[in-house]
């Protein structure tokens, strides 16, 4: 990558590091900085077992970039709309666990996000906000699935209605963030943990990251369903069998 690159990507034994390179614009999210996020999960390399995600300079991403947003017809929005969902879904169904860092800025687009990352980690300084009211429009990236999906649609109504900001401590406690570290300790705790996830089975991770999104979407009879082929493809094979044998025989 190059210095002039928009989002960046290091990959160490096995895990790939990828960070927004947008600093002096707060890792605002424009086309451009979409589409190469997009070009770096397709494909991501087989040798990545696990990404962290992270945001340069002092925050993870404000969001929208509203210095580079144009006025366009319904169909077109639709359109924008629907090339920012195919990217962050890419992300989180690329079959491979993402470890997200949060700090500073979290908001609406940059939420959006955030909540594509399976594990999320915020530093003291992060604050989640969802602007929308305040700017006069609906959320468009995904949110009104994902980040509704983890903190309920009731309070995602409230958040859009009043622009209320959550702390850290706030976002931990109705989930946004799974784990809370001081300030500049987030990469490490993300190492950390990412270093373990990447020790699990590589079949096992794609089948956590891949089926428990869908199955939450279905019928109870059809996600009951679906868990019964998952594991029936995960427990069966060989990795899995010695795995347990040296469980079992790990006193011996």
């Known amino acids: 990558m190059t210095d002039t690159a928009?989002?960046?990507?290091?990959?160490?034994?096995?895990?790939?590091?990828?960070?927004?390179?947008?600093?002096?614009?707060?890792?605002?999210?424009?086309?451009?900085?979409?589409?190469?996020?997009?070009?770096?999960?397709?494909?991501?390399?087989?040798?990545?077992?696990?990404?962290v995600l992270t945001g340069s300079g002092d925050n993870f991403c404000a969001g929208l970039d509203l210095a580079e947003h144009q006025a366009r017809e319904p169909f077109e929005v639709v359109r924008h709309s629907q090339m920012w969902h195919r990217v962050f879904g890419r992300m989180t169904n690329a079959g491979i666990p993402i470890v997200a860092v949060l700090k500073g800025a979290v908001i609406g687009g940059g939420l959006e996000l955030?909540?594509?990352?399976?594990?999320r980690i915020a530093e003291d300084s992060t604050f989640f906000r969802l602007p929308e009211g305040r700017h006069g429009i609906f959320v468009g990236g995904g949110a009104s699935v994902r980040v509704?999906?983890?903190?309920?649609?009731?309070?995602?109504?409230?958040m859009m209605l009043t622009?209320?900001?959550?702390?850290?401590?706030?976002?931990?406690?109705?989930?946004?963030?799974?784990?809370?570290?001081?300030?500049?300790?987030?990469?490490?705790?993300?190492?950390?943990?990412?270093?373990?996830i990447a020790q699990n089975s590589a079949l096992s991770n794609w089948a956590m990251v891949s089926a428990m999104s869908r199955i939450d979407s279905m019928s109870m009879d059809d996600g009951l369903f679906t868990e019964s082929l998952v594991a029936g493809m995960t427990q069966t094979s060989p990795e899995v069998q010695a795995r347990i044998g040296q469980f079992l025989n790990r006193k011996k």
Not at 12 to 40: Q, S, Y
Not at 114 to 119: G, M, Q, R
Not at 149 to 154: D, E, K, N, S, T
């Open 163 to 196: 622009g209320r900001t959550l702390s850290a401590d706030e976002g931990e406690r109705v989930g946004l963030a799974h784990y809370r570290v001081a300030a500049g300790e987030g990469e490490a705790k993300a190492r950390e943990l990412a270093v373990s």
């Open 114 to 119: 955030a909540a594509t990352a399976h594990v």
């Open 6 to 51: 928009l989002v960046t990507m290091e990959i160490n034994d096995g895990i790939a590091h990828v960070r927004l390179n947008r600093p002096a614009k707060h890792n605002a999210i424009n086309d451009a900085l979409l589409l190469e996020l997009e070009a770096l999960f397709n494909p991501l390399d087989d040798a990545i077992r696990v990404v």
């Open 148 to 158: 509704a999906g983890v903190i309920g649609a009731g309070r995602m109504t409230e």
